[in-house]
C-alpha cells in the first residue's frame, strides 16, 4: 500500500510540474556584441602572423631548392642525397604548417570568443530563472517551429546592454 501513495504522489507531483521552455540565438547575440570586432582584429592579425611565418618558410625553403639546382652538378652523391633529405624535410614543415594553420586560428579564435560565451551565460542564466524557463533551447536549424514570445535573445540582449534596431 506504501508504494502505491509513493507512485501516485509522484505520478501527481509530475502531472503538475510544467515546463517552460525558451528559445535563444546565442550567435545573433554574439554579432551583436561591441566587443566582437575588437577580436575580430585579433583573430586577422594573428592569421597575418602565421601568414608572414609561412612565408618565411616558404623562402627558407626556395633558398634551399635553388642552391641545390645551382649546385647539383658539383655535389658529391652523400652531399646531393643530404640536400634533397633537407629539402623533402623543409617541404614536409610547410605542409605542416599550412595544415595546422586553419587549426592554431580555430584555437585562438575560440580562446578569444569563449569570455563573450561566459557573458551570454551569465545573462541568459539570469534572465531564465527571472522569467522561470526550465529549459532554454539554442534556436537553429534543429528547431522547427518557436514562438516568438518565448525567444529570450532579445531579453538576453537588453541584459547584456546592448540595444538594437527594432525591425
Same mark, same amino acid.
Not at 502505491?4 to 503538475?16: E, G, M, P, Q
Given at each position: 500500500?506504501?508504494? !502505491?501513495?509513493? =507512485?501516485? =504522489?509522484?505520478?501527481? /507531483?509530475?502531472?503538475?510540474? &510544467?515546463?517552460?521552455? $525558451?528559445? /535563444?540565438?546565442?550567435? !545573433?547575440?554574439?554579432?551583436?556584441?561591441?566587443? =566582437?570586432?575588437?577580436?575580430?582584429? &585579433?583573430?586577422?592579425?594573428? $592569421?597575418?602572423?602565421?601568414?608572414?611565418? !609561412?612565408?618565411?618558410?616558404?623562402?627558407?625553403y626556395n633558398a634551399l631548392v635553388e642552391a641545390y639546382t645551382n649546385g647539383e652538378a658539383g655535389f658529391t652523391i652523400a652531399q646531393k642525397k643530404t640536400k634533397q633529405e633537407e629539402i623533402l624535410n623543409a617541404e614536409n614543415e610547410l605542409n605542416k604548417f599550412q595544415q595546422n594553420g586553419t587549426k592554431l586560428i580555430?584555437?585562438?579564435?575560440?580562446? =578569444? /570568443?569563449?569570455? %563573450?560565451? &561566459?557573458?551570454?551565460?551569465?545573462?541568459?542564466?539570469?534572465?531564465?530563472?527571472?522569467?522561470?524557463? @526550465? &529549459?532554454? %533551447?539554442? %534556436?537553429?536549424? @534543429?528547431?522547427?517551429?518557436?514562438?516568438?514570445?518565448?525567444?529570450? @535573445?532579445?531579453?538576453? %540582449?537588453?541584459?547584456?546592454?546592448? @540595444?538594437?534596431?527594432?525591425?
Open positions: 500500500m506504501k508504494i !502505491f501513495k509513493i =507512485l501516485f =504522489l509522484f505520478i501527481s /507531483v509530475t502531472a503538475f510540474a &510544467q515546463t517552460k521552455v $525558451g528559445t /535563444v540565438d546565442v550567435d !545573433f547575440i554574439l554579432s551583436k556584441m561591441p566587443e =566582437l570586432p575588437a577580436i575580430q582584429k &585579433q583573430i586577422e592579425d594573428y $592569421g597575418k602572423e602565421l601568414d608572414t611565418e !609561412f612565408n618565411k618558410n616558404l623562402e627558407a580555430n584555437i585562438k579564435r575560440d580562446e =578569444l /570568443v569563449r569570455p %563573450l560565451y &561566459q557573458k551570454i551565460g551569465v545573462a541568459l542564466e539570469k534572465v531564465s530563472k527571472e522569467e522561470s524557463f @526550465t &529549459q532554454v %533551447l539554442q %534556436l537553429d536549424a @534543429t528547431i522547427v517551429y518557436a514562438d516568438n514570445n518565448y525567444d529570450l @535573445t532579445i531579453k538576453v %540582449l537588453k541584459e547584456l546592454g546592448i @540595444t538594437i534596431e527594432e525591425e
